[in-house]
Structures are given as structure tokens and as C-alpha cells.
């Protein structure tokens, strides 16, 4: 065990070892997990000393895993691993001019409330990602996106350390490989930590994005009630965040982990096939003349808007987030047991796959396929 082999490390680096330490309340989805060991990072001097206190052989040592805010995990009911909890917080303006901000943000800073921060100080970019849960270090982890932004258009830079090699390394943008809900450290689980984010920042409080849904509607009405024509970035974000509220189940009053499978891309002949018989099919064009298709409107057509297997349902008015009706009790097996029987009702229907989103964690700490078959 990890405790056993660095105990001086331990007193002398002020690092909190647990055993058994409960994580059920540490994931969103309230998924009953306990595991061996956590520890909590509250600066990088303690992951270098950490980090040197395990062996290279890792004959002896758990597998790591890093857990920030849990929003977007499923952990089994036992995880042998070591938890890595990057908890460092800190928000540093590294260069400014009248038309741009630089800013480092640590790893453990709550994400919405970086977003608040940001617009409060007249930076401005990420006011479409409001009111995603998590922390910092983990937004370039799957390139969190919404409203027609993604993380990647304000990120200059993330410092992360290899865990392999245990080495420091600062990546540009294009290191991390960004992609669609996708990067470098998305698809190298386990590999990297990443402790900073860097992002650079706009000033001009014209520029806004407010195209997708009833944004525009929502952002006019706060800008009207304080008699103003032009729309803000406050104005966006208060009415994304308006909107969210009313659309998303908030995982502190009915656990989740967001959406669930993600939106399958299909061809365009299948598409016109499917939309031959469902007229209402909701489809986005992407390249190569494939159709992206809303997963939320398959599950929904299937008959499973508030359905599922107890204890995890969808929810009855955002099909795509399955809801954890017994907190802190349900287990992985749960949720693929539902995801099994909803995934099967929408293939019988619309002969299409349905993916997962949310990151599933083995007892092992190794990340993908189930033992579930799912
Ligand atoms: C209600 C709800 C709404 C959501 N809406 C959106 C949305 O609109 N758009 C969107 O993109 N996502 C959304 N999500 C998903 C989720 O909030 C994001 O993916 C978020 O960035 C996860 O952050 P976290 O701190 O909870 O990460 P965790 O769940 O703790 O971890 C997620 C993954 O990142 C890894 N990881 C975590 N921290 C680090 C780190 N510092 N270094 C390296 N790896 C790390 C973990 O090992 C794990 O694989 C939503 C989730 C919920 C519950």
C-alpha cells in the first residue's frame, strides 16, 4: 500500500492518506465506490514528492487514478487504486493588454465559478461554458463544450505531469490534440495530471455568441429589464445559465452525470431511410456526408423518456441524463443495467448504437470497456 511504503513522506509533505476512504459522495451520480487509498494534492511540490516515493516498478504500489469533481465518472464499488485529488487552487493574470488577458488557472478551481470570476473581471470567452460541474484540471480532459464553444478556442497552454515518466511537461493547444469531446489526456487515461490551465481572454464585451436555442431570447430580455439594446457577455451567460437550470436535473438534488450517451453519427443514406418513416428525426449534417443524430430524441422515441431499470432512469424531461434514484446505494452494475436495456431498445427501433459518454472506471482504475458488457 501506498501509505505503507512512503510513511515519512507522508508526515513530512503534510499529504492526507486514507484507507477505505468512501467516494460516493465525490461523484455526481452518488454511485456507491470505496476505495484504497486518496490522496489530496493541494500543490505540485506535494505530486513531485508523492510521486518519488513511488516505486518505479509499481510492483508493490496501487494504479492511480485522478479524480476531480466526479461529474463526469462512473466508479465501481471498489477501486483499488490510488486516488489523486488535484485540489490546488490559485488564478494568475500572466499578461494583459487593452484587447487581451492571459491568464493561468490551478487545477482545483471550481470551473463554473472560474466562469463567473472571469466575466465579473471583463474577461470574456467563457461565458457559454457555465454551469458545467467540475474542476479546472479537468475541463481539457474531454474538451468540455456548450452553446457553441469548447474549451480548446480560449486554451494557450495546460501544464500537466507524465505520470510515466514522472515528468512536468507544458503543452501548447495543438500538444493536446484536442478534438470533439476529445484530447490527448482523453485518450491516454491515467497518464497525466494536468495541475495549470492557461487561457487567453478577450476584453470586447461586444463580442458574443448567442445563436444556439432561445440564448439570444433569454439574453434580450435581461438586457431589456436593465434598458440596454446591446447584449453583454453577463447577459449570455445569465441566460445559459437560466436555461441550463431549467433543463438539466441539478446531481445535488437528483444525482447524474450530464449527458449519457453520446449524439451517434450516422450515415446520410441511413439517415433518409430513418427520416422516411420518422419525419420529427433530429439529425445535424457533419463532413463526409454523415448525420450526427440527437440521442436524446432517439431515447425519447423509444419510450424511455423517465424510463430505465431501478434504480437509474432517464430523466422525464432531458431523456439523455440518466438519473440515480437511490444515492450512495447504487452501484456500476446499476447503471449498466439500464444503459444495457436502453441502448438495446433504441437499436431494436432505429438499428443505431448508442455510445456512452461518462468515463468508466474498472476496480482496477483502467478506463473503458465494462465487465458488464457495456
Ligand atoms: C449536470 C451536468 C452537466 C454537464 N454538462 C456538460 C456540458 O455541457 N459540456 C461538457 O463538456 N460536459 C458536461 N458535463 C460533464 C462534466 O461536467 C465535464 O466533463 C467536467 O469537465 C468534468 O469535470 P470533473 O472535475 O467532474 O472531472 P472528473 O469527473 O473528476 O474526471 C473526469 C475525467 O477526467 C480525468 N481528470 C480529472 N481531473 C484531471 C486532472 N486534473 N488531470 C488529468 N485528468 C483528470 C479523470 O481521471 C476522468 O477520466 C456535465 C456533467 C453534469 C453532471
Known amino acids: 500500500m501506498i501509505s505503507a511504503l512512503?510513511?515519512?513522506?507522508?508526515?513530512q509533505h503534510g499529504l492526507s492518506h486514507k484507507l477505505s476512504h468512501d467516494l460516493s459522495h465525490a461523484n455526481t451520480m452518488a454511485l456507491a465506490c470505496m476505495a484504497d487509498t486518496v490522496v489530496t494534492l493541494t500543490n505540485e511540490t506535494q505530486l513531485d514528492n508523492f510521486m518519488t516515493g513511488y516505486l518505479a516498478d509499481n510492483d508493490e504500489c496501487k494504479p492511480l487514478f485522478v479524480l476531480s469533481g466526479g461529474s463526469n465518472v462512473l466508479l465501481p464499488i471498489k477501486l483499488h487504486a490510488?486516488?489523486?485529488c488535484p485540489q490546488m487552487r490559485g488564478i494568475h493574470i500572466i499578461a494583459q493588454t487593452?484587447?487581451?488577458?492571459d491568464i493561468e488557472v490551478m487545477a482545483g478551481e471550481n470551473w463554473h465559478d472560474l466562469v463567473l470570476h472571469t466575466v465579473a473581471q471583463g474577461w470574456y470567452g467563457l461565458e457559454n461554458l457555465a454551469l458545467i460541474p467540475g474542476l479546472t484540471g479537468a475541463a481539457p480532459v474531454q474538451n468540455i463544450g456548450a452553446y457553441g464553444v469548447q474549451l480548446e478556442d480560449y486554451v494557450q497552454h495546460v501544464r500537466a505531469y507524465h505520470?510515466?515518466?514522472?515528468t512536468w511537461q507544458q503543452l501548447s493547444a495543438a500538444d493536446c490534440q484536442f478534438g470533439y469531446r476529445d484530447s490527448l489526456f482523453k485518450r491516454a487515461p491515467n497518464t497525466w495530471l494536468i495541475s495549470c490551465v492557461g487561457f487567453?481572454?478577450?476584453?470586447?464585451?461586444?463580442?458574443i455568441l448567442a445563436s444556439y436555442g432561445d440564448v439570444r431570447t433569454v439574453a434580450q430580455n435581461y438586457a431589456t429589464q436593465q434598458g440596454r439594446t446591446?447584449?453583454?457577455p453577463a447577459d449570455v451567460m445569465q441566460a445559459i445559465i437560466d436555461i441550463r437550470q431549467q433543463k438539466l436535473p441539478d446531481p445535488q438534488q437528483l444525482p447524474n452525470c450530464g449527458s449519457f450517451f453520446q449524439n451517434p453519427i450516422i450515415s446520410q443514406a441511413q439517415?433518409?431511410?430513418l427520416q422516411a418513416n420518422y419525419p420529427d428525426i433530429v439529425g445535424y449534417p457533419m463532413p463526409d456526408s454523415m448525420v450526427k443524430v440527437a440521442a436524446g430524441w432517439l431515447i425519447e422515441q423509444a419510450g424511455l423518456k423517465g424510463g430505465g431499470i431501478a434504480p437509474?432512469?432517464?430523466?422525464?424531461q432531458q431523456a439523455l441524463v440518466l438519473t440515480n434514484h437511490s444515492p450512495y446505494l447504487a452501484t456500476q452494475e446499476d447503471v449498466a443495467n439500464a444503459q444495457s436495456h436502453i441502448a438495446a431498445c433504441v437499436h431494436d427501433k432505429f438499428a443505431i448504437n448508442l455510445a456512452r459518454e461518462p468515463v468508466w472506471v474498472n476496480a482496477d482504475a483502467t478506463i473503458g470497456q465494462s465487465k458488464y458488457g457495456v
Do not use: E, G
Open 271 to 273: 439517415f433518409s431511410a
Open 230 to 232: 446591446q447584449l453583454t
Open 163 to 166: 505520470l510515466p515518466s514522472k
Open 98 to 101: 487593452q484587447d487581451y488577458v
Open 82 to 84: 490510488t486516488v489523486l
Open 6 to 11: 512512503c510513511p515519512t513522506l507522508s508526515v
Open 312 to 316: 437509474i432512469f432517464t430523466h422525464n
Open 200 to 207: 487567453r481572454l478577450h476584453t470586447d464585451a461586444t463580442r
